[in-house]
């Protein structure tokens, strides 16, 4: 088990909204990629949902987005950068 340094044993909270979460809800219903069934894992859940009541307890932490409001903005970051990867490929 993993010690800090001051000997302490550490513990491990879910950063989560405590609201369950369906992949479809993200998607609308509308699957955006076709992904190999070889890739699926066996226990592949449909359902999410965590429970961050530790972490808040702990750490004083509460969520600051929604699920979609997070996607949406990694989603903005990873266009983002390959864009400049793009400009990057095409000044050379």
């Known amino acids: 088990m993993a010690k800090h340094l001051n000997g302490s044993t550490t513990q491990q909270s879910n950063s989560s ?4 979460i369906n992949s479809s809800t993200l998607t609308e219903g509308q699957p955006l990629i076709e992904v190999d069934p070889q890739y699926f894992r066996p226990t592949e859940v449909e359902m999410l949902l965590g429970d961050p009541s530790r972490a808040k307890e702990k750490l004083g932490w509460q969520p600051e987005y929604a699920i979609k409001e997070l ?7 990873d266009n983002a ?8 490929d095409t000044e050379e």
């Open 17 to 20: 909204t405590s609201k369950p």
């Open 81 to 88: 950068a390959l864009n400049r990867t793009e400009t990057n």
């Open 71 to 77: 996607v949406e903005d990694m989603v903005e970051s």
